[in-house]
């Protein structure tokens, strides 16, 4: 079956974020219909948010959100592993796997530490990465891998069916499924302009018209606290 994404709010201006429910089936995330994925409402390609305007988000809805995450586009090229080959994935926010509720097939999913600055550049892989590029080698978690030059410890390996929602917004932008994910580290410069996405898990109290309304009124609230 394949996904879709029903509309749950839309406001005019662009500076305004929209809320979404992620309707990802048949994705085996625990408490999906709990998802909801964040960004603005207009344009096309799902258009990002400042990864400020998220976390704010987060703190200013933790009735309605119990949980959110990050994460956006990259590419990089694989060497060392046969032929160079150019990958896509997700740069992803340490618990964007905690938020969809998955957890990798081998390994362990990315930690706070993770984020941290000086952290070592750890890595995540696909079923299908692990099995092409890394013959399927359970020992293959622990060693690195060359992304763009610079090695990356392969923490974890995702399940053969893992679907993730970084690849369904993306649609419009890159074919074929995520090959990794790496995680935002604080001491890595990174744009906080709009070019961020999100995913959020709501409370099991939460109420998605009440995230509605704060989502559409939290722009201007940014402003005002000189954040934005």
Do not use: C, K
Request: zero cysteines; proline letters at 8%.
């Amino acid at each position: 079956m394949m996904a879709t994404f029903a509309i749950a709010v839309g406001v005019t201006a662009a500076a305004h974020a929209a809320v979404h429910r992620l309707v990802l089936a048949p994705l085996p995330f625990p408490g999906s219909e709990r998802l909801v994925f964040i960004g603005q409402a207009e344009g096309e390609g799902a258009p990002g948010v400042s990864s400020r305007y998220v976390l704010d988000l987060l703190d200013r809805s933790s009735t309605n959100l119990e949980g959110v995450a990050t994460f956006n586009i990259a590419g990089t090229t694989l060497t060392g592993s046969g032929d160079p080959r150019t990958l896509h994935g997700a740069i992803v926010s340490p618990d964007y796997f905690d938020v969809l509720g998955v957890r990798p097939a081998l390994g362990r999913p990315f930690r706070s530490e993770d984020g941290g600055e000086g952290a070592p550049a750890r890595v995540i892989v696909s079923h299908a990465l692990w099995r092409d590029r890394l013959g399927s080698d359970p020992a293959a978690v622990g060693r690195p891998v060359v992304l763009d030059g610079t090695p990356h410890e392969v923490v974890g390996v995702m399940p053969a069916d893992f679907e993730s929602p970084d690849e369904y917004v993306f649609t419009n932008h890159i074919r074929g499924r995520p090959s990794f994910w790496i995680t935002y580290r604080s001491d890595v410069p990174r744009t906080l302009g709009r070019s961020h996405r999100g995913v959020g898990r709501l409370t099991p109290g939460g109420s998605l018209d009440a995230l509605r309304a704060e989502a559409a009124a939290l722009p201007g609230r940014i402003e005002e606290d000189g954040l934005s």
